[in-house]
């Protein structure tokens, strides 16, 4: 047994599954999406995924250290010059540093073709969401049956007799949406779809949920108001009132930007229309 080619393969080896691995969560989709959708490779879910990058990554330090140390007059030996005296910056070792250097500052400031690599990822992510679906909000998956109907202003025995009707088994209603998904074998997803028959009067865009779907964001005003049967014009004067400026073509997002709050607060206004709306 040579410990010195056992650090040095060891570190070959994982460096293997850290290109693996960090191939994997360039594709994988945003979390909320993975976990929405219970998204796998091969059997792995993103978490695991995950987990393996990060428990293999600390093989790989932990294994480059020993080859470092076991080869440390290899590399004391690139460091010295021509008349063989030490020296840190040789032309070898600037030229390792200015490349690094160009790939942060790169990065950083959004160069190309850095900032292409980051764009491919940022599409393949928007391809998965639309593939797969996102939740009604940031980690749905987690709350639960009764603070999830909550939320969407869905009627929780209504939503427990349509997941019954579903063939889904609920043990309670302190049950989340994922421990649930988990005990019928499927993902949080088709769980909520199960739940849409209990609601199709939000299904069919007649009423505005309380809190707002995921991409309500990319909404324009108008593109909004025809989901839900707003008056444009209300709509229009609701904002001016509020002190809340906007351009035709505008998406939520965008407005809410433009006036430093948050897309919530934005639906929020709009949403105070289709509450006086529902009065009447």
Request: glycine share 6%.
């Given at each position: 047994?040579?410990?010195?080619?056992?650090?040095?393969?060891?570190?070959?080896?994982?460096?293997?599954?850290?290109?693996?691995?960090?191939?994997?969560?360039?594709?994988v989709?945003?979390?909320?999406?993975?976990?929405?959708?219970?998204?796998?490779?091969?059997?792995?879910?993103?978490?695991?995924?995950?987990?393996?990058?990060?428990?293999?990554?600390?093989?790989?330090?932990?294994?480059?250290?020993?080859h470092?140390?076991?080869?440390?007059?290899?590399?004391?030996l690139?460091?010295?010059?021509?008349?063989?005296?030490?020296?840190?910056?040789?032309?070898?070792?600037?030229?390792?540093?200015?490349?690094?250097?160009?790939?942060?500052?790169?990065?950083?400031?959004?160069?190309?073709?850095?900032?292409?690599?980051?764009?491919?990822?940022?599409?393949?992510?928007?391809?998965?969401?639309?593939?797969?679906?996102?939740p009604?909000?940031?980690?749905?998956?987690?709350?639960?049956?009764r603070?999830?109907?909550?939320?969407l202003?869905?009627?929780?025995?209504?939503?427990?007799?349509?997941?019954?009707?579903?063939?889904?088994?609920?043990?309670?209603?302190?049950?989340?949406?994922?421990?649930?998904?988990?005990?019928?074998?499927?993902?949080?997803?088709?769980?909520?779809?199960?739940?849409?028959?209990?609601?199709?009067?939000?299904?069919?865009?007649?009423?505005?949920?309380?809190?707002?779907?995921?991409?309500?964001?990319?909404?324009?005003?108008?593109g909004?108001?025809?989901?839900?049967g707003l008056?444009?014009?209300?709509?229009?004067?609701?904002?001016?009132?509020?002190?809340?400026?906007?351009?035709?073509?505008?998406?939520l997002?965008?407005?809410?930007?433009?006036?430093?709050?948050?897309?919530?607060?934005v639906?929020?206004?709009?949403?105070?229309?289709?509450?006086?709306?529902?009065?009447?």
């Amino acid at each position: 047994m040579n410990l010195k080619r056992i650090a040095s393969l060891t570190a070959f080896v994982s460096l293997f599954f850290i290109l693996l691995t960090s191939a994997v969560l360039y594709i994988v989709p945003q979390g909320r999406v993975a976990y929405w959708a219970n998204w796998k490779l091969w059997g792995l879910s993103k978490e695991q995924w995950a987990a393996i990058h990060i428990n293999v990554g600390i093989l790989f330090l932990i294994s480059l250290a020993l080859h470092t140390c076991y080869n440390w007059q290899s590399i004391t030996l690139y460091l010295k010059d021509k008349r063989r005296q030490l020296k840190v910056f040789t032309v070898n070792f600037n030229i390792a540093l200015l490349v690094t250097a160009f790939f942060v500052v790169g990065t950083y400031t959004e160069m190309s073709p850095f900032s292409n690599i980051i764009a491919i990822n940022a599409g393949i992510k928007e391809a998965a969401a639309r593939k797969y679906g996102e939740p009604p909000y940031g980690h749905a998956e987690l709350s639960t049956l009764r603070a999830f109907t909550r939320h969407l202003d869905i009627d929780l025995e209504d939503a427990i007799k349509a997941l019954a009707a579903a063939g889904f088994a609920v043990e309670s209603d302190s049950q989340s949406l994922k421990e649930v998904a988990v005990a019928n074998g499927v993902a949080p997803q088709a769980i909520y779809l199960a739940m849409l028959e209990s609601f199709t009067d939000m299904q069919s865009g007649e009423r505005m949920p309380q809190r707002p779907r995921q991409g309500a964001g990319r909404l324009t005003l108008e593109g909004l108001c025809a989901q839900y049967g707003l008056n444009m014009d209300l709509v229009r004067k609701v904002l001016a009132e509020e002190n809340i400026r906007f351009r035709e073509g505008m998406n939520l997002r965008q407005i809410a930007e433009l006036n430093k709050l948050s897309p919530i607060d934005v639906y929020g206004k709009i949403r105070q229309v289709a509450e006086d709306k529902e009065r009447r």
